[in-house]
């Protein structure tokens, strides 16, 4: 299966998909101790992001969002790996931090809307990514490779 997308930040990861069906904020919308979405008014509030595949349609809220990431690196919460639709410099931001800082690399792999609606919630995957490739994989799937470019 081929998928459109790039890889934001090289890395490789491996854990269960966490898909989220709106965008969040790690400023105040993640408990940077334990990893659970506590944002009131998120559909997935009480999920864990820690050592999951985050899949998130994007980010939302605070530029703070980047510490907070840097945050969960630094008290082992944060997300194995991050798959979104479109650039976000905060995250960028604050994986690049938490790779320097605490070696917590945190791959990040951007994909098209239509082909972040075919992740599904709960499948335990690989990502790999390294400059212009990546590769996502799920048990008992067919290897998703993705495309540079967007058409």
Not at 23 to 34: F, I, R, Y
Not at 64 to 86: D, K, Q
């Amino acid at each position: 299966m081929l998928m459109r997308g790039h890889a934001l930040i090289e890395g490789m990861a491996s854990g269960t998909l966490l898909k989220l069906t709106e965008p969040l904020s790690l400023w105040g919308g993640v408990d940077l101790q334990t990893g659970h979405i506590v944002d009131a008014s998120h559909p997935q509030r009480g999920a864990v992001v820690a050592d999951r595949l985050l899949a998130m349609p994007g980010s939302r809220g605070s530029s703070s969002s980047s510490s907070a990431l840097v945050e969960l690196a630094r008290a082992g919460m944060a997300p194995a790996g991050i798959i979104t639709t479109r650039s976000d410099p905060i995250l960028t931001i604050g994986t690049l931090v938490a790779d320097y800082l605490y070696g917590a690399a945190i791959p990040i792999l951007i994909v098209s809307n239509e082909d972040f609606g075919k992740l599904s919630d709960g499948a335990n995957g690989h990502l790999w990514c390294k400059s212009d490739e990546a590769l996502l994989t799920f048990v008992d799937q067919e290897p998703v490779q993705f495309m540079r470019h967007f058409p």
